[in-house]
Each structure stands twice: as structure tokens, then as C-alpha cells.
């Protein structure tokens, strides 16, 4: 069964930095390709950054470009996300996401974790 | 950056209803179009990926359609368990851009 759980949320004040990880379990994790996806609460989805299975292609979203990193462990079967100089804005769910395949081609999101609340406030 | 424009923005229908939920993509898209299922309190699950290939597992009460730029999820016979938001995405280029959601709501 396919486990994708997320960690690191939390209150955290504008102008800081935050890092997310989601371990994942039940499947080949270097196989695929993630994504970490947003949801402001009560509003839809906002994609926001993905990786390539070798880390060869990485994507942001233009509204966290240059503030966040995406990055993987293969051999820990983890992605992570640093958050940084956050905004009030960026105040959501976040969710890791497995792709159905290997490259930041045409993702599929398969497979989507509980999610991990971030909140950013003074 | 390629718009998703999702419609309605809810619905109220009957178990057994058939239900439809359109996007409508501001570009060509071709057929890069995947349809989710949220439920309040659990993970989005995939439903139709590719415009009209059901996920694997995925009841063939959902079923998705394209024409041009415009794509159709539709849900013949309604079930109790179907009372969700739905949320349209484009996989054709980055930023990879959701619809703002459709929720379906019981009559």
C-alpha cells in the first residue's frame, strides 16, 4: 500500500523558513517523479514544485520560486521541501504527491498524502 | 501560464442524478487533463486521467470526454459516497494548473 506522510508544519512568522519531509513507504520511490501541491484552507489546489526521479528536473511554481527548494533522498525514500522567507500568504495544507512517472513530463498525481499545515503569522 | 477554467463552482443533485463537471483550458491542451476526487478530512484521489481514462479501481459510473479545449467529467447515477469536490488539472505544461474545484452537493 502506497504511504506518503508528511512532517514539519507548523506557526511559523513572515520572513522565516520551515522545512517540510514526507517519508514515503509502498512503493519503489526512485521509480517516480513527486510534487508537493497546496491547498489554502477552504480554497482549491496549487500546485507548487516537482522532481524529477533523479532529481534531474526540478519545477516551481512562479509564486514560490527562489524561496522554496525541493529535493529527494532516494536512498531514505524521502522528499523534502525548505520553505523560505515565507509569507501569510503561503498559510496551507501541503501535500506530497507521487507522479506516475519517472520525469516532469505530463504528471499524473497519483498517490496524495494526508498533508501537513503550515501557517505563517506574527 | 495555461488557466483551467472550472465550472460550476458547485451542484446540487439527487443519488442517481448524473452529474457533469466541465473545464475548459484558455489554450490547446490536447489531451493532458485529469480529474480528482476531495473528500473533507482525506487525500485527493486520482479518478480519470488522459481526458478519459479511468483510474484503475475507479467506478464506471465516472467518466471523462473531451472536445477541443473543453473537457467533462460526468457521473451517471449518483451514489451517497460521490458527495465531494472535484478538481480538474492540467498536465500539458508547467505550472501544472488545477480548476477551482466543483462541489457536489446533496439535494
Known amino acids: 500500500e502506497v504511504q506518503l506522510v508528511e512532517s514539519g508544519g507548523g506557526l511559523v512568522q513572515p520572513g522565516r523558513s520551515l522545512r517540510l519531509s514526507c517519508a514515503a513507504s509502498g512503493f519503489t520511490f526512485d521509480d517516480y517523479a513527486m510534487h508537493w501541491v497546496r491547498q489554502v484552507p477552504g480554497k482549491g489546489l496549487e500546485w507548487v514544485s516537482g522532481i524529477s526521479w533523479n532529481s534531474d528536473t526540478i519545477v516551481y511554481a512562479d509564486s514560490v520560486k527562489g524561496r522554496f527548494i525541493i529535493s529527494r533522498d532516494n536512498a531514505k525514500n524521502s522528499l523534502y521541501v525548505q520553505l523560505n522567507s515565507l509569507r501569510p500568504e503561503d498559510t496551507a495544507f501541503y501535500y506530497c504527491?507521487?507522479?506516475?512517472?519517472?520525469?516532469?513530463?505530463?504528471?499524473?498525481?497519483?498517490?496524495w498524502g494526508q498533508g501537513t499545515l503550515v501557517t505563517v503569522s506574527s | 501560464d495555461i488557466q483551467v477554467t472550472q465550472s460550476p463552482s458547485s451542484l446540487s443533485a439527487s443519488v442517481g442524478d448524473r452529474v457533469t463537471i466541465t473545464c475548459r483550458a484558455s489554450q490547446s491542451i490536447s489531451s493532458y487533463l485529469n480529474w480528482y476526487q476531495r473528500k473533507p478530512g482525506k487525500a485527493p484521489k486520482l479518478l480519470v486521467y488522459a481526458a478519459s481514462i479511468l483510474r484503475s479501481g475507479v467506478p464506471s459510473r465516472f467518466s471523462g470526454s473531451e472536445s477541443g479545449t473543453d473537457f467533462t467529467l460526468t457521473i451517471n447515477s449518483l451514489q451517497p459516497e460521490d458527495f465531494a469536490t472535484y478538481y480538474c488539472?492540467?498536465?500539458?505544461?508547467?505550472?501544472?494548473?488545477f480548476g477551482q474545484g466543483t462541489k457536489v452537493e446533496i439535494k
Open positions: 504527491v507521487k507522479d506516475s512517472w519517472q520525469h516532469l513530463v505530463h504528471p499524473t498525481l497519483d498517490y
Open positions: 488539472q492540467q498536465s500539458f505544461s508547467s505550472p501544472w494548473t
